[in-house]
């Protein structure tokens, strides 16, 4: 976790606005499609002329009170499968211990196995600066509040048994101890085996001057040996350990840091952070922030920068530390169904990037932060009996998409000036048996005129199936559910056999997508 102030601000693009419904179907909207070409979108007008489509398109709207706006797809074309274990949670390294006993109690272990194979990633700020390794030949050092030990971890490898999730760990850099890494390192892999997924070398390294950690100068030139003598001592003691890393504070740091990391520490695994808006950020972080086209486009410049350095050095990059607000979220924006929508566009447009993972932080002890996951009182924090909080939906809904192959971006097509259009993400992957997924997040406000959706699929496919992720508003809290359900108290959930489905016609699958919702749409 990390105080930084990232550079994604900006303001949503205002759209004539519209009553508020909940997702309906187009059912009467052919006499408008034909008239596309004329707004540009380049379909036949099948013997219509130029004047009477545009008629009839304004006809259209006007009736729907909604803004029509195309969807073309290139499915011809596709990237890397997205990995079984790409969905992960991260915590803080001094609430080890506790999400570790949860391995016999609570349903946390529900909770997971309802996501399928996944990683648990133990680092943040704590694993620098509060968290000590404790064995035998190592005395409790006077800076460290909490201390881990071998019965720690060997907790843990049973919650991970029964989940099927891997563990990523991160190691104490700040106070440096290679012998002692290398000890905690080897515990680590004797009580994990096969389900430690890797070792990282302290959090967000490159900020360590910031936070008082390390003495000018402090750059990744000063970071690699040290690093350096970490990998040697581990691989003397316990070889073979992947290492993931320099897991840097943001993309802006990686172009230095990622490069140099692949070359001097060839890591099975790059990682690094991301947070859209910074806790100390002026104006304060706000929903509408959040939602933004203009914290959209930085992301995806963000991803680009990533991406870049990790193909280049051809390594996989995690990002294996996310959410909506740093320090620990900002109550009312992170704790909303808002930060819902910001998940399931972000998660879907990463994996269309290429990523090979990514990690959401939070602490199930605050419900008030970024939490997927939470305990909203302390006798349930003991017990374990965890709540899904509004993040985890959009967790749920990406499932779906494991396995899938990312497509080109999808191209857009609206008329009208740029300040009547929609706040619209639209993500293509394509799935197995010749299906494809197309992730639409409308993130305008509530009142907002709906979208009237309209997918250019030619004969390929005959219709589409819908799941929806919806709650009453984007400030909620509560009353999220994804295909009209709620995640249960054991943390399972189960997709409603029977969900809306929209045929084509003409070559369009036509549908409406309210403001504030996210639709998972499977074409067949």
């Known amino acids: 976790m990390s105080a930084r102030t990232p550079a994604t601000d900006g303001e949503p693009r205002a759209r004539r606005s519209g009553r508020r419904t909940s997702l309906i179907l187009v059912a009467l909207l052919i006499a408008a499609l034909s008239a596309f070409t004329a707004l540009g979108y380049g379909e036949s007008l099948e013997g219509a002329d ?17 803004i029509p706006v195309a969807v073309f797809i290139d499915s011809r074309h596709h990237g890397r499968r997205v990995a079984r274990d790409f969905l992960g949670l991260s915590f803080e390294l001094s609430s080890l211990r506790q999400i570790a006993q949860y391995a016999g109690s609570g349903n946390l272990i529900g909770l997971l196995r309802s996501l399928g194979p996944g990683v648990l990633r133990f680092g943040g700020a704590s694993a620098d600066s509060r968290v000590a390794w404790s064995d035998p030949a190592t005395a409790p050092p006077p800076w460290a509040s909490e201390l881990l030990d071998a019965s720690d971890l060997r907790r843990l490898a049973r919650l991970a048994k029964d989940s099927g999730w891997r563990v990523l760990l991160t190691l104490d850099l700040a106070h440096f101890e290679p012998a002692l890494a290398a000890r905690e390192t080897a515990s680590a892999r004797a009580a994990l085996g096969k389900l430690l997924a890797g070792i990282e070398l302290g959090n967000e390294p490159d900020a360590y001057m910031r936070h008082g950690l390390r003495d000018a100068p402090w750059t990744f030139a000063q970071y690699a040996p040290q690093a350096q003598a970490y990998a040697a001592a581990i691989a003397a003691l316990a070889p073979g350990i992947p290492l993931a890393g320099p897991d840097v504070s943001g993309s802006a740091a990686f172009a230095g840091w990622g490069g140099g990391e692949a070359a001097r520490l060839q890591p099975r695994l790059l990682t690094g952070h991301h947070y859209p808006l910074g806790c100390h950020q002026a104006p304060a972080p706000s929903i509408e922030r959040l939602l933004s086209v203009a914290t959209r486009r930085a992301e995806d410049a963000s991803l680009d920068r990533y991406m870049r350095v990790a193909r280049a050095a051809r390594v996989g990059f995690r990002l294996d530390e996310t959410n909506s607000v740093s320090c620990g979220g900002r109550a009312g924006v992170s704790d909303t169904f808002a930060s819902a929508l910001w998940a399931v566009s972000y998660i879907a447009r990463s994996m269309a990037a290429g990523v090979a993972g990514i990690n959401f932080h939070g602490a199930v002890a605050n419900c008030r932060g970024y939490a997927p996951l939470c305990a909203p009182t302390p006798e349930r924090l003991e017990s374990g009996a965890l709540s899904a909080r509004p993040e985890w939906y959009a967790l749920l ?6 396995g899938d192959l990312p497509v080109p971006p999808t191209r857009l097509a609206w008329p009208g000036p740029p300040g009547s259009r929609a706040n619209l993400s639209v993500t293509a992957l394509k799935a197995p048996g010749g299906r494809l997924h197309l992730v639409v997040v409308d993130d305008d406000p509530p009142g907002s005129a709906r979208v009237l959706l309209h997918l250019h699929v030619g004969r390929r496919y005959g219709g589409a199936r819908i799941l929806a992720l919806t709650a009453p ?21 189960s997709e409603p056999r029977t969900l809306s489905r929209v045929s084509r016609h003409r070559g369009l699958i036509a549908l409406a997508v309210a403001p504030s919702s996210a639709l998972l749409l499977t074409l067949r």
Do not use: N
């Open 50 to 66: 130029g004047r009477a489509a545009r008629a009839a398109a304004a006809t259209a709207r006007s009736a729907s009170a909604g």
């Open 397 to 402: 809904l990406a499932k779906a998409l494991i």
């Open 473 to 493: 508003s984007p400030t909620a809290g509560a009353g999220v559910l994804l295909g009209g359900r709620s995640v249960q108290s054991d943390g399972s959930w």
